[in-house]
């Protein structure tokens, strides 16, 4: 029987919860947990994410106009709460945590190195829905991890033990 009125604010919980990292204008690195995040379109491909207007990273996105979705697995738990719950303001968190940083391959942006897929973008759009401003992100490049990538360069995700 469906007779409770539940949260509004998490009706639709998107999966998988992402890192999503970037470089400031300054060369600055960072990465943040975002939760709302999904593919918006497959031709072009590009994705989307929400991210609050307060966050340390949104100006990083906002100037640099680039940012990388990292999917990340059970393996990296302790790290992904801390990337979570920790601000840039309050430490270096990439430094703290031995973070492995790439350069990525076509944006000015950081892939995190043990994350299994991590997809360059570049930002093509935004739109403020209320708490977050959603980046539409055109998709430049995706890293796969070799084991996870078909003969036909598509991504099994059955072999990420996603959180």
């Keep these: 029987m469906r007779n409770k009125e539940a949260n509004k604010k998490g009706a639709l919980q998107p999966s998988p919860k992402v890192l999503v990292s970037c470089r400031g204008l300054d ?18 491909p590009m994705v989307m994410v929400g991210i609050v207007p307060t966050r340390y990273s949104y100006k990083m996105i ?7 979705v990292n999917l990340a697995d059970k393996n990296y738990q302790k790290t992904f709460d801390y990337l979570g719950k920790v601000s840039k303001r309050d430490a270096d968190k990439l430094k703290e945590m031995n973070v ?11 892939i995190l190195a043990d994350c299994p897929v991590n997809i360059e973008c570049t930002v093509v759009d935004s739109i403020v829905t209320g708490s977050h401003e959603m980046f539409i992100g055109r998709v430049e490049y995706v890293h796969a ?3 996870m990538v078909d003969e036909n360069g598509n991504i099994d995700f059955s072999k990420i033990n996603f959180m």
């Design 100 to 110: 492995k940083v790439e350069d990525g391959k076509v944006v000015n942006a950081p």
């Design 145 to 147: 991890d070799e084991t």
């Design 62 to 68: 906002k100037e640099s106009g680039c940012f990388v």
């Design 27 to 44: 060369g600055e690195d960072n990465a943040l947990v975002v939760g709302y995040c999904g593919n918006c379109s497959y031709a072009p």
